[in-house]
């Protein structure tokens, strides 16, 4: 897709690109290509799972390493943002981890431990991450923030698990964030993707079951990284400056169905093949 030059003169900083596969990295390539300027973010410890050199030097981003669940690491990247870019007109989220579902950890015996973990880097961290834009007084009146969520907020997907109560907070805070930061006309929203193949989404055990489920049930299948970044760049903006503190659902229309002709056709298939069992175990 060409540019549209939709964010032309803006400047922000995203959070979460790891490698290719990853929705932020896609965000930060369309953020690119409609204009905007901007600084790339993850934690320390990302140095050497990822590749965010490859992506800074294609898009003219400097990498600002922080830890998103640490208030000293955030105050320092605010005040290297603002020695770049003075101040910025939008901030990415695109941050998460299950701890105790990378460690088959079952929902009902979690460890609190890891379960708090979950919640700090998948959550609270966008809660940190606006506080010290306030705090330093680092984001524009009229900015855009937004996060990345998944259905399994509001529905259970059992193999998601502890993912599910992090996504509800996130939810949650982008909601409580939306009304205070009206009043400087900040907007900040959520938007909840289809089930995509990227690599915190291959840490979920079943995960390939739960993509086809919803190929199969979304009327439009799947929606992409790629179209999701093309989403993200219209939420960042001025063409929705009056959207403020709503979940948008980027599936392809899973959110609105129940089942669909190819999901009934797979289980007449499965009941007819649980009943030949049954005949021939008799």
Not at 229 to 255: C, N, P
Request: charged share 25%; hydrophobic share 40%; net charge negative.
């Amino acid at each position: 897709m060409s540019g549209h030059g939709l964010l032309d003169g803006k400047t922000g900083i995203i959070f979460g690109a790891l490698t290719e596969s990853s929705i932020a990295w896609h965000i930060a390539e369309a953020c690119d290509r409609e204009g905007a300027a901007f600084a790339l973010s993850n934690a320390p410890v990302a140095r050497r799972l990822g590749n965010m050199d490859a992506l800074a030097e294609k898009t003219g981003s400097p990498v600002i390493w922080a830890d998103a669940t640490s208030d000293d690491d955030l105050a320092d990247l605010y005040e290297t943002v603002e020695e770049e870019y003075g101040t910025i007109d939008f901030i990415v989220h695109s941050i998460g981890m299950g701890v105790n579902v990378r460690k088959d950890q079952p929902y009902e015996d979690l460890n609190y431990n890891w379960y708090q973990q979950t919640l700090d880097i998948s959550a609270i961290s966008l809660h940190r991450i606006v506080h010290h834009a306030l705090e330093s007084d680092a984001l524009n009146d009229g900015g855009s923030i937004l996060s990345l969520s998944y259905i399994g907020a509001q529905r259970i997907f059992s193999k998601y698990s502890e993912m599910g109560d992090a996504k509800a907070l996130l939810e949650s805070i982008t909601r409580s964030f939306g009304y205070r930061l009206g009043k400087r006309d900040i907007r900040i929203n959520a938007i909840s993707q289809s089930p995509t193949k990227t690599t915190a989404g291959s840490g979920i055990e079943g995960f390939d079951a739960m993509y086809e489920f919803a190929e199969k049930v979304s009327p439009l299948g799947n929606a992409s990284a790629e179209s999701c970044a093309d989403y993200a760049v219209t939420l960042l903006s001025d063409l929705t400056r009056m959207v403020t503190m709503q979940i948008l659902y980027h599936d392809g229309g899973f959110s609105s169905m129940g089942i669909s002709d190819e999901i009934v056709e797979a289980m007449k298939d499965s009941f007819a093949d649980d009943a030949d069992d049954e005949e021939n175990d008799a």
